[in-house]
């Protein structure tokens, strides 16, 4: 079955589910999205992974990461390998340098996991037809429609929608948590960010940072 190559094209709170985000996937060799509803746990890790922040202590992603190097066995590829009743299933194919397997899990645990040993994410044209959406210009505000996934999911009791279909993509709404503060002042608030594990708003004083430094 022929893959289909995908990037990271945006990540951002849901509007309709409090405590999910929207992961945005486009075709990178076509004009097609995919939108995957996350929780806010998978979404921290996927975000602190894109902005190349260093958490104080691993989470479960990097303890992964950490065990599969400690074993030599290495992660080879993401495959968004299936959609039923509106539930994304993915495979993490990995290999120990004689046999490669595959390792059943949700998309946002593979993509957290994929990044981190910086593979590439695929999917299959029967995922994107059914659950890719083309953007138009005409599309300034659109709606989205999410379907339930996992139910088990133990990390956050508000995930119970998590790795549903969204049709549309959520956009986020700017914040700046840095304000006109002085460069001094934005290196401390970056270092309680990370004291405190609060990368998102980490994330946002560093790119302050490197904006007033560019």
């Not at 902005?51 to 066995?73: C, G, Y």
Request: proline share 5%.
């Amino acid at each position: 079955m022929k893959k289909i190559p995908l990037e990271i094209l945006g990540l951002s709170s849901s509007q309709s589910q409090s405590g999910s985000f929207a992961l945005i996937l486009g075709e990178k060799h076509g004009n097609r999205r995919l939108p995957i509803i996350i929780g806010m746990f998978e979404a921290q890790s996927i975000a602190i992974q894109i902005e190349k922040i260093s958490p104080n202590r691993p989470l479960t992603h990097d303890l992964f990461k950490s065990f599969a190097e400690h074993v030599h066995v290495a992660i080879v590829e993401v495959v968004i390998s299936d959609l039923k009743e509106g539930v994304f299933y993915s495979r993490i194919v990995c290999s120990d340098g004689a046999t490669t397997f595959d390792i059943d899990a949700r998309p946002s645990d593979a993509i957290a996991i994929g990044l981190r040993f910086e593979v590439p994410i695929f999917t299959v044209e029967s995922v994107l037809s059914e659950a890719g959406i083309i953007l138009t210009d005409e599309e300034t505000d659109p709606d989205t429609d999410e379907d339930q996934d996992d139910e088990d999911d133990t990390d956050d009791t508000d995930d119970q929608d998590d790795d549903t279909a969204a049709r549309r993509p959520v956009r986020p709404e700017p914040r700046d948590p840095s304000g006109q503060v002085s460069l001094d002042e934005l290196t401390k608030m970056l270092a309680q960010a990370l004291e405190k594990e609060d990368y998102e708003k980490a994330a946002k004083i560093r790119d302050e940072l490197n904006k007033r430094n560019g």
